[in-house]
């Protein structure tokens, strides 16, 4: 029986992740920050760990409990939405804190293991937005395109040890908590010179479509953990599929 560690499973793409891995039948190791019993069904093939991925210690604790793992699903990230320039430098640090280095340090604790199993996958989930940026989210798409970066590199470097790294790209969502969980870190992020152009974001965002699920993301997540080829990006969602698909370059480009 295999095991996967996701980070962040206290609601949206880490809690459907770490239920839809279970129905798969593998052992789940569903960590946040505070641990909630009560989000996922009881299961002898379940353990909630706390995990804080912005602290060290927390994450050798972590591991420690959990013990090997054959899949790693960095899921665990922050939002932010508000104009760059209101936006002060310790929130920006506050959001690569969680959504940039939290990865990197997870990735770097469970490497040893990987390593001298020559076995294991990383899976590291970012945003459709760094497919096509869009405005108001810039330090947010900062945070996850550095992310995309770093992923495609060290998939060539842990590739000579048997170990892969994927990337997995949802869309757009908004039936998951990226403002709600973040609320007090954007207030006044939109000063008056920005009302009223934030007021048109908001009414295209409301007027999208297509949009993706929790469930597109924790059956992306899924594929891409037992993916045995070459692929690295995965999106997630009809939306993220289709600006994949435009951002290939054409035959003749």
Known sequence: MKTVLIT?????????????FLSQGWRVIATMRTPREDLLPRDERLRIVALDVTNPHSIAAALEASGPIDVLVNNAGIGL???FEATPMSTMREVFETNTFGVMAMTQA?????????????????????????????????????IEGFTGSLAHELAAFGVRVKLVQPGYAPSTNFTSNGQSRMEGLIPPAYGAYAQQVFASFAGISEVTTASDVAETVWRAANDET??????????AVALARSNVPSASA
């Open 81 to 83: 939405l508000g104009a």
């Open 230 to 239: 070459g692929q690295l990006r995965f999106p997630a969602g009809a939306d």
């Open 110 to 146: 469970v490497l040893p293991q990987f390593r001298a199993r020559r076995a294991g996958v990383v899976v590291n989930v970012t945003s459709s937005a760094t497919l096509a940026p869009m405005p108001l989210v810039a330090v947010y798409t900062a945070s996850k395109t550095a």
């Open 8 to 20: 962040g499973c206290s609601s949206g793409y880490g809690l459907e992740t770490a239920r839809h």
